[in-house]
């Protein structure tokens, strides 16, 4: 259970606290969406304002960063499956038989998108204003298998574009104008191929095969990207890649749970949304993955995102919504003092050495933006405890070292930015 209490603000976050169920082995939240429709994906444009869609429609609003959700005319009963917003204003939103809904005022008004097709949409995204892809397939209609929608005009018209050697396309995904790639179920070689462009879509070159299918593909620059799938024993297996697509390295998840969504905010920290209630995440880029939740059968999630590398919310089936302040980690967090300090200041961590818990002191005597993260010897962040604007006052947080070796760490208080101390701490196991 997340324990935030602040200087004038107590009650209010208390409130919170108890309004909501709260996940006790976890640093989620669940919200109350107020609806039992499945939801599909998650988009917000800042801390505050987000959407959510899902089946027969359903589109959600948020102007409170998840503490209310209103539903919006979306003109269609259509199950709904990928959302991007450009602006606080402009959003799209695709799903079944070739829908693309548009918005220009916030959701206030939704409006079908000129898309002649039939195929199920899976995914879309825009990597400028005007210019966006959209793709999925349709096992009933050949001819529509093939291709991948592009706008270049804010989604008034989209050109049907077929690469070569595509037969079914499941998703694709652009980073940039130049550097996309796209999924390709393959009939003949019984397994899902992602190609990749480095030229607008002129040309693709095949990046990796998978017998058993691949389920969402992330890049966050031209070199780093990760993708959920599954290895040649059928067990769940997120893939990573610093080379562009190159080479893909395995990296275990941990868990044989279907991870049906990935999101990083930075190279380092990602997170992943799958089936039976399950939300991993990662600090090393991949390399290694926490269980941030149990496994609980019956519920799937199906969408994850953040605005900062503590800021999230995960939605899934029933209408499910999730949110977190401390990306996804169990924290213990108060403000333990009514007085407010004469300067800025980091206490050493208590006990020391420790196993697995410690709890870290700081000052702040003035209202700034805050940061206080954690780095193993060899400067590698392994966590984010605060990353947030705080009012003045002392502050306790506890940093829970169960899913971390034995050894030095650091640990660094910023001040919008400018580094004031860092302090080592040992954990002992």
């Not at 499945?38 to 948020?62: D, H, M, Q, Y």
């Not at 275990?252 to 380092?268: E, M, Q, V, W």
Request: contains cysteine.
């Amino acid at each position: 259970m997340i324990i935030f209490v602040m200087k004038y603000l107590s009650i209010f976050v208390i409130i919170i606290i108890f309004a909501n169920k709260v996940f006790s082995q976890s640093g989620w939240i669940q919200l109350n969406s107020g609806e039992t429709s499945e939801l599909n994906c998650v988009r917000f444009v800042n801390s505050n304002i987000g959407w959510c869609a899902g089946n027969n429609g359903l589109v959600l609003k948020t102007t409170n960063s998840g503490l209310n959700w209103f539903p919006q005319n979306s003109s269609t009963n259509l199950n709904l499956i990928s959302i991007y917003f450009t602006s606080n204003t402009t959003g799209y939103i695709a799903g079944d038989t070739g829908t693309i809904i548009k918005t220009t005022n916030g959701g206030d008004s939704w409006i079908r998108s000129n898309l002649a097709s039939t195929n199920n949409l899976t995914s879309i995204n825009f990597v400028n204003d005007s210019t966006g892809f959209s793709g999925g397939s349709s096992y009933d209609d050949v001819t529509e298998r093939k291709y991948y929608y592009k706008t270049t005009n804010y989604g008034n018209s989209w050109d049907s574009i077929h690469p070569q050697n595509s037969s079914l396309i499941s998703l694709i995904h652009f980073n940039s104008l130049e550097f996309g790639w796209f999924v390709n179920l393959s009939v003949a070689l019984s397994g899902a191929i992602l190609y990749k462009t480095t030229n607008n879509g002129s040309d693709w070159v095949f990046s990796f095969f998978n017998n058993m299918g691949i389920y969402s593909v992330l890049f966050i620059d031209t070199l780093n990207g990760w993708m959920s799938s599954k290895n040649s024993f059928s067990i769940n297996t997120i893939y990573r890649t610093n080379d562009g697509g190159v080479t893909w390295i395995t990296q275990s998840p941990g868990t044989g749970t279907l991870i049906n969504s990935l999101y990083f905010t930075d190279k380092r920290n990602g997170w992943g949304a799958g089936d039976n209630s399950r939300i991993q995440s990662t600090t090393n880029g991949g390399v290694n993955w926490i269980d941030q939740t149990s496994f609980q059968p019956g519920i799937n999630y199906n969408s994850v995102y953040f605005t900062d590398s503590l800021t999230g919310w995960v939605v899934g089936d029933s209408g499910v919504i999730l949110k977190t302040t401390t990306g996804g980690v169990l924290t213990g967090f108060s403000n333990t003092s009514t007085e407010i300090p004469d300067k800025f200041s980091l206490s050493q961590n208590y006990p020391n050495p420790f196993n697995p818990n410690t709890i870290i002191n700081f000052q702040c005597s003035m209202f700034n933006f805050i940061s206080l993260r954690v780095f193993d010897v060899l400067g590698n962040e392994v966590a984010t405890l605060v990353n947030e604007n705080k009012q003045p006052g002392s502050y306790q947080i506890e940093f829970d070292g169960s899913n971390y070796p034995s050894g030095v760490y650091l640990y660094r208080l910023e001040i919008n930015g400018s580094i004031i101390d860092t302090k080592r701490m040992i954990l002992l196991k």
